[in-house]
């Protein structure tokens, strides 16, 4: 896949990292050069340094071929406008953002974008392990219901890649917390004791 990741911070280059490292076509975007630090020496990816809304960055990057698109700045509003030039200008048929307030999610699901908030998933994984509630939550993505249940790694797979876990019909993994941080799920991640898996189902 041909894949454009807008922001070059700890979660941006890991999961540029990772996804060059499953074969994937990846071209990052800041508008910090220095940014690119973060990634390994070994990324075989493209990186961008320009603004990431604007529209000859984005060409540059390779947009009008993209695959997938996906907004992670510390900017909530930089995503979403990244995020609405990428599917309503270019067309990208994958596009989703991560969103820090998660009072602002309606907002993107206004315009019919995905988001992943984190601050939610890690609170939610946070409120569980202390009070011993729910370990499931619910949220809309495009419209759409779905649940997210955490689930504690066994200890069968830990020191193994995510591939190694079979989960239920009709469910995926979303993603993995690991400590404290979110990662989208990708089959080269490596699982160890502690983390948590983001187990994902649609709500009918």
């Known amino acids: 896949m041909n894949i454009i990741i807008i922001g070059c911070g700890k979660v941006g280059s890991k ?11 990846v071209v990052i ?5 220095n940014a690119f630090k973060l990634l390994n020496h070994d ?23 993209a695959d997938a698109f996906a907004a992670v ?5 930089v995503n979403i406008m990244a995020c609405q030039v990428a599917k309503e200008i270019f ?23 995905e988001t992943i908030c984190p601050t939610n998933l890690t609170v939610d994984v946070m409120r569980t392990k202390i009070t011993g509630e729910s370990d499931s939550s619910h949220h809309t993505v495009a419209g759409e219901a779905f649940t997210f249940k ?8 830990e020191g193994k890649k995510l591939s190694a876990v079979k989960t239920k019909r009709d ?29 994902a189902y649609q709500t009918h």
Do not use: M
């Open 150 to 157: 955490r689930e504690s790694v066994g200890r069968e797979v």
């Open 43 to 65: 990324f075989n990816g493209l990186t961008v340094a320009g603004v990431p809304i604007d529209q000859d960055v984005l060409k540059q990057a390779g947009i009008e071929n």
């Open 73 to 77: 700045t510390p900017d909530d509003n």
């Open 91 to 113: 067309k990208v048929p994958r596009v989703i953002a991560r969103i820090y307030n998660p009072e602002r999610e309606h907002v993107f699901h206004h315009f019919g974008l």
């Open 15 to 25: 999961f540029a990292q990772i996804l060059s490292e499953d074969g994937h076509d």
């Open 171 to 199: 469910c995926s993994v979303f993603g993995v917390i690991q400590n404290g941080v979110f990662v989208f799920a990708n089959s080269g991640i490596r699982l160890g004791r502690g983390d948590i898996l983001i187990v």
């Open 29 to 33: 975007v800041d508008n910090d050069k």
